[in-house]
Every structure is written in structure tokens, then in C-alpha cells.
């Protein structure tokens, strides 16, 4: 190895091509920029979604509507689902655990319990939130209704 023959580490040189140094170098004047425009001056950088000047998109659409996100959402269950799961397993408690291992609701949601259907069965309900029908239908028969 002799310093005649030292290079430099691949990828370690850019462009050699001095912008800006006379006509000569065929970069001179405008500096391969072109002549005028947004894009030839110093400090030029398109904002995102920008359209060359037409309305952007994210402009044209109406905004409209609020969406909270304190909001919490339950999964609805009726009285009627309640009787043919407690038909099913003979059960006297119905409890998130066992809604969840019927597959009637998924891992992390909350449940509300709603009064449509028919309640034949006596049993205590542990769930989220009920509705007022719901807990006179339950009660009615004996039942208890208990927000966990």
C-alpha cells in the first residue's frame, strides 16, 4: 500500500460538482435550480398536502361532529341471551369470566345489559351497566342485578 494508491471508503465521497462557480463548469448562474420559481430560492420546502397552489384537500372538506374520547362503549347483551346461556349451563351467576369463555363477548369489552327478551331464570348478574328495564326484569323474578 503507497499513498499514490489510498481511496476513500466506499460511499464516503458525494457529488464532486461545485454548484455555482461560473459558466465554465456548466453549473454556473442558476446552479442547475432553472430559472425562477419556489423551488430555485433558498429556504424552499412544499408543506405537506400542498397542491401547487389549488384548494388543498384536507381545506375543501367540511370539518363537522365532536368525538369524545372519555367515551366509553359497551357491548350490548339482551335478557334474551342471558336465558339461553343460563339454560344452557345451569348457572345461578352470570359473570363477565363466564360471557367471556361462552364467546359472547371479547377479551377487554364492557358490558351492558339490556331489557329486550324474556327472563325466566332466577340469577344474579354481574356486568358493567344495566338498563332500567333490565334490572325491573331481573329483580321481578327474584334475581339480582350488581354493577361491577
Known sequence: ????????????????????RGEGSTTGGTAGRGHKGAKSRSGNSKK???????????????????????????????????????????VK???????????????NDKVKILGRGELKAVITVKAHAFSATAIAAIEKNGGKAEKI
Do not use: C, W
Request: hydrophobic letters at 35%; a positive charge.
Open 93 to 107: 351467576e352470570i359473570t363477565i369470566d363466564l360471557l367471556r369463555s361462552n364467546g359472547l363477548i371479547s377479551k
Open 48 to 90: 405537506i398536502g400542498f397542491e401547487g397552489g389549488q384548494m388543498p384537500l384536507q381545506r375543501r372538506l367540511p370539518k363537522y361532529g365532536f368525538t369524545n374520547f372519555n367515551r366509553v362503549e359497551y357491548k350490548p347483551l339482551n335478557l334474551d341471551a342471558l336465558q339461553v346461556l343460563a339454560e344452557k349451563s345451569g
Open 1 to 20: 500500500m503507497k499513498l499514490s494508491n489510498l481511496k476513500p471508503a466506499k460511499g464516503a465521497v458525494h457529488s464532486s460538482k461545485r454548484l455555482g
